[in-house]
């Protein structure tokens, strides 16, 4: 006999009654089994979809709520014992008791998926204009999505972050932290700072599941940002007042291997809705705009 | 002539051609105007609604984009002119370009308000029991409810915090800011944390405007929680092995005018979805259920 309690599948077209939840957090769910019962391979119909479950997820921690507990530890299950959780035979007896409203439900209700557009750039290479184009284009088709913007990210939760090296790294990963959040509660995050390291990016996207963190590139030449200068922040930097900016005295990493790259064509810039429209379609093609 | 370019106007039932925007950021529009035309007083349409625009926000900043600009600071305008400013003809001249999605959009997406219900109490006072129950009865009315909660946001956002003075008020800092945030998405953000100093709590209830701060106070007498001991975490408090337990050996300063109390009654405990309840009402009647 198994039981499971918690949230929904994380294995997509895997109906709630034969699969694992998404276990975000310890206090989603708890499976109460024994490893060695004919019933636990039965879970292996979550093969047939897209597993993405991971093995030190199989076992979902206790709830706060005091029904709750665990019979087994992660470590306690061998790979054999996980390859039997996994087989081919249809469930008959796993109760699922759905304890919380999960991202499945929440996407469901929204009628889009979770994810994360996360727009890297020079300062002026329109990332705040794409990010508000965007905005408006995905409201107009009915969709939530939210702007997380790195200045003003820093008036708030990031109010305690300077500009040296280790808080702009921390600022960023906040904003991962964060921008995973809002994907988890089913919103579209738009996340919109300069980000001129890979390394700090690429750590944002590790927080996302496969597919979720789509980064978008504003491939634009550090001439045309120096031109529109919208913030005078070029000015300063060439004379000396900003140290470390960005393209001028610290570098800019672009990305190898980024979902969008958005460029300048000839001598014409890319007017913000078509570039937006770019972004919808790839999201329209990869399924974010449906439950 | 008088323009305005941002978001929509902060002002319930104030057009859009007619007020100023809500200014959660630094980036989100702009006004240009000359203090002494007389075009400006029209802006006084917007005293006829609920008034709730702060002289501080009164000048909208500068937008990354490069076409937006400031002509006057803030300090610069007497009180005299926000008179002016707020007077009662009718504009003919003010033209508004709708530059973003804003809160209210969002709000009129989801069909609801965007608030935070912050849970405080003890360990084992059911906190995560009624936000899990919480989303659920908000989940099945189609409103759209997000759970921050104390323990799963210290794997994330604030894995880098550990447990002494400073780091649980940074702690719960933050998770006010990112609830903050995600009222302004326009979704109901449930906190779930122990939160023991009421400090902590009002710095919180001042990120967000009036009434959108609703705080639930899980009124358990201690022995109940001990009694439940979910985590275990009482004994080893007991025990001398936990150091500044809140209830054992360090305060819980309850609410002292807070919106919401939950309490035993006799000896029994109202149900999670008695609680829940409770709680819906409260948005109901307050009109966070609706746009």
Redesign the interface.
């Known amino acids: 006999m198994v039981t499971l309690q918690g949230t929904r599948p994380f294995v997509s077209g895997c109906r709630p009654e034969f699969g694992y939840g998404p276990l ?4 989603l769910g708890f499976a109460r089994f024994s490893v060695g019962d004919n019933a636990v391979k039965n879970l292996g119909l979550c093969r047939g979809g897209d597993v993405r479950l991971r093995y030190s997820r199989i076992i979902i921690k ?5 029904a ?1 507990y665990l019979t087994k530890d992660c470590s306690a299950i061998s790979g054999k014992d996980l390859q039997m959780m996994f087989g081919n035979e249809k469930s008959t007896n796993i109760v699922w008791h759905k ?3 999960d991202k499945f ?2 996407q469901e ?2 009628q889009q998926k979770g994810c994360v557009i996360w727009i890297t750039g020079l ?2 290479s329109g ?3 794409l990010a ?1 184009a965007l ?2 284009c995905l ?1 107009s088709r ?1 969709k ?6 790195g ?3 820093r ?3 990031n109010c ?1 972050l300077g500009f040296k090296a280790e808080d702009r790294a ?1 600022n960023i990963r ?1 904003i991962g ?2 921008a ?3 994907a ?4 579209i995050c738009i996340a919109s700072l300069i980000s001129p390291y890979r390394k700090d990016r690429d750590g944002c996207r590790a ?1 996302l599941p496969d597919g979720d963190f789509i980064e978008v590139f504003m491939d634009m030449p550090l001439q045309v940002c120096e031109a ?4 005078g922040l070029y000015k300063l930097a060439r004379a000396g007042k900003i140290k470390g900016f960005t393209g001028i005295d610290d570098p800019y990493e672009p990305p190898l291997n980024c979902e969008i790259v958005l460029k300048q064509k000839g001598d014409n810039c890319a007017s913000p809705c078509n570039m937006a429209e770019t972004v919808i379609r790839y999201l329209e093609e990869k399924g974010y705009l449906r439950a």
């Open positions: 975000q957090s310890s206090k206790a709830m706060e709520d005091s709750a304890s919380s409203v439900d929440r209700l929204l300062s002026g990332k705040s204009t508000c905005s408006r409201h009915g939530l999505a939210y702007i997380l913007d200045d003003n990210v008036h708030g939760l305690d921390e906040r932290e964060v995973k959040l809002f988890d509660a089913g919103v927080l529109r200068d919208p913030k």
